[in-house]
């Protein structure tokens, strides 16, 4: 069973930088696509972002492109995304999320398609 941890959210003015960090409990998971959701309150659960297990393809939300950035490190075990210039609008209990695949290159868009979720932490942007 894998367990996912997401750690550094927190509160952060208009402009400002967080930096997400997920780690897998239980198990590596360099075999794994990784994404990052994120949840507002009223709203659906939405993609932000995600990553290959290769690390070689990426995507992101065009809400987040060219602020946010997804990497991995399959030898630390670890997932992060570095979110700058971030709006109000990004305020959202952020969800880190993985599925097992045998394709080194694919990406998962659908939250459906994740069968491992953290717990979630909260993103406060104040205007």
């Known amino acids: 069973q894998v367990r996912l941890v997401e750690s550094g959210g927190g509160l952060v003015q208009a402009g400002g930088s967080l930096r997400l960090s997920c780690a897998p409990s239980?198990?590596?998971?360099?075999?794994?696509?990784m994404g990052w959701f994120r949840q507002a309150p009223g709203k659906e659960r939405d993609i932000v972002a995600a990553?290959?297990?290769?690390?070689?393809?990426?995507y992101y939300a065009d809400s987040v492109k060219g602020r946010f950035t997804i990497s991995r490190d399959n030898a630390k075990n670890t997932v992060d995304l570095q979110m700058n210039s971030l709006k109000p609008e990004d305020t959202a209990v952020y969800y880190c999320?993985?599925?097992?695949?045998?394709?080194?290159?694919?990406?998962?868009?659908?939250?459906?398609?994740?069968?491992?979720w953290g717990q979630g932490t909260q993103v406060t942007v104040s205007s």
């Open positions: 990553i290959s297990w290769s690390g070689g393809n990426t």
């Open positions: 999320a993985a599925i097992a695949t045998s394709d080194r290159g694919r990406i998962y868009y659908r939250q459906g398609d994740y069968n491992y």
């Open positions: 239980g198990r590596t998971f360099s075999s794994y696509t």
